[in-house]
């Protein structure tokens, strides 16, 4: 029987290009998260509680889980298959508003997916070009744009002439894992929700280094490109061209 010390996680400094802090709700001790990830097979919370010790059953914990400790290279994914996501639309101008999604949601087209911050103008400048882009493929194009900063807000942008998904940093966790740093080891159990899950995803499954970032994802789901800086229509043309 595995006992778990459950309570509400101090906020959390991560080193990359710039410090981000993210708030967490679950926590394993280190200790503890070396004894079950050594029993798990590698692959790849609730709400805060009273300082409690609760008694988790064997058979409750997870049976697979993908271990991150380190930011991916965003590079590596190319001719991969694209990681799934779990992200809330955020967008009120959105058909998709209040669903959760990810690029696996769109086999047979061509997804753009884009990561974003709304306090990178450069980002902002590329939402009409993605708008305009889409509105005219909407049969072979979807637009997925992912909040990718913890310090975003997508409320300060204006998405009238947006109708694509908007995925904010609120999402499910698309399969389990662990965050590992030095100091602690933060467990996301496979479809339950968290409110910030989005910026870790950017981080440690997708590689965010840098504003914005879009990844060309094809038909078949592969990532194909991946793309640090602005992109405008013609480029985006020239990408359903190749891919589409």
Not at 190 to 204: F, K, Q
Not at 214 to 222: A, E, G, N, S
Request: aromatic letters at 10%; charged letters at 20%.
């Amino acid at each position: 029987m595995l006992k778990i010390k459950q309570g509400t996680l101090p906020i959390l400094t991560f080193q990359k290009m710039a410090q981000r802090k993210y708030s967490r709700r679950d926590f394993l001790s280190s200790t503890l998260g070396v004894g079950v990830s050594g029993s798990l097979v590698l692959y790849g919370c609730s709400p805060a509680l009273p300082d409690t010790e609760m008694e988790i059953p064997p058979s409750r914990a997870e049976s697979s889980i993908l271990e991150l400790s380190t930011p991916a290279d965003p590079f590596m994914l190319a001719g991969r298959k694209a990681p799934p996501l779990l992200q809330k639309d955020v967008n009120p101008y959105s058909p998709q508003q209040g669903k959760y999604l990810g690029p696996q949601e769109y086999g047979g087209k061509v997804v753009i997916l884009n990561l974003w911050a709304s306090w990178c103008g450069p980002c902002r400048s590329e939402f009409p070009e993605f708008a305009a882009f889409q509105d005219a493929h909407l049969n072979d194009v979807v637009i997925l744009a992912m909040e990718g900063s913890p310090s975003s807000d997508w409320q300060e942008v204006d998405w009238k002439k947006c109708h694509f998904p908007v995925l904010g940093k609120e999402g499910k966790a698309p399969f389990a894992f662990s965050l590992n740093t030095t100091e602690t080891s933060l467990l996301y159990r496979a479809g339950e929700s968290y409110d910030d899950i989005g910026p870790v995803l950017a981080d440690y499954v997708y590689g965010l280094t840098a504003f914005p970032t879009t990844f060309v994802i094809d038909r078949k789901q592969t990532v194909r490109e991946v793309v640090i800086g602005t992109m405008h229509r013609n480029r985006l043309e020239q990408i359903l061209e190749w891919y589409g």
